[in-house]
């Protein structure tokens, strides 16, 4: 069955701290894999995509994801947190003209 | 460029009210289309998906339902409101031959 795993429902860190949120996916084959981001009472903004190639890619917002096969993992990461980088992060796989699978979500909270 | 909108941001009805909400794009044809709805604190769960004009297609059995009149226009909706409907609802498309998903703004519903 295909599933998104986000184990972390909730992580603080401090402004200007590097931030990691880890995502775990389980998928019949090489999958699409996306970030999004939610702010409080939004839509959601796609971060960042990877369909192929290198496997490190970039994103908006200095947003950056390594796509691990071995782990099957796609995790965010940003070297330097702001405190407008508060949200929720959502993790989602899928393939082409398929409804994407959504993780949980991990809430993020930046304190100074 | 694409755009999607929803509508309305916000909506207060009563118990065993009706319910339409409406969503629309621009900038791309044939899109496939989806409704979601966000519980608080909770991700995203995917209710209705349809990949053209009159094609709905149902991942949850509930006491909602969707129609797209129009190829750009995708609406839900509810003969009579239940407490367990309020939620947020997130409509969100694929554009042809695009793998990444776009959300709209979203429509905030209390049922009281």
């Known amino acids: 069955a295909q599933s998104v795993t986000q184990p972390d429902i909730h992580i603080t860190v401090s402004e200007g701290a590097s931030l990691e949120l880890r995502c775990n996916y389980s998928?019949?084959?090489?999958?699409?894999l996306f970030w999004y981001v939610q702010s409080p009472g939004q839509g959601l903004q796609l971060l960042l995509k990877?369909?192929?190639?290198?496997?490190l890619v970039q994103g908006i917002k200095g947003f950056e994801a390594e796509f691990k096969r071995s782990q099957s993992s796609f995790n965010l990461r940003k070297p330097s947190v702001h405190w407008s980088d508060a949200a929720e992060y959502f993790c989602?796989?899928?393939?082409?003209?398929?409804?994407?699978?959504f993780g949980k979500g991990t809430r993020l909270s930046v304190i100074a | 460029s694409q755009t999607i909108h929803q509508w309305p941001a916000t909506l207060v009805q009563p118990v065993g009210s009706p319910l339409s909400l409406e969503c629309t794009v621009e900038g791309t044809s044939n899109p496939n289309l989806y409704w979601y709805r966000q519980a608080a604190g909770r991700g995203l769960q995917l209710l209705f998906y349809?990949?053209?004009?009159?094609?709905i297609s149902s991942e949850v059995p509930q006491n909602l339902s969707a129609s797209r009149p129009q190829d750009r226009q995708f609406i839900l909706s509810s003969k009579k409101l239940l407490l367990s409907d309020s939620g947020f609802y997130l409509c969100a498309f694929f554009a042809q031959g695009r793998p990444e998903q776009y959300f709209g703004p979203g429509t905030r519903l209390t049922v009281t």
């Open positions: 989602a796989v899928g393939a082409r003209n398929t409804p994407l699978v």
């Open positions: 349809s990949v053209g004009i009159g094609q």
């Open positions: 998928y019949g084959a090489t999958p699409y």
């Open positions: 990877y369909f192929s190639g290198d496997t």
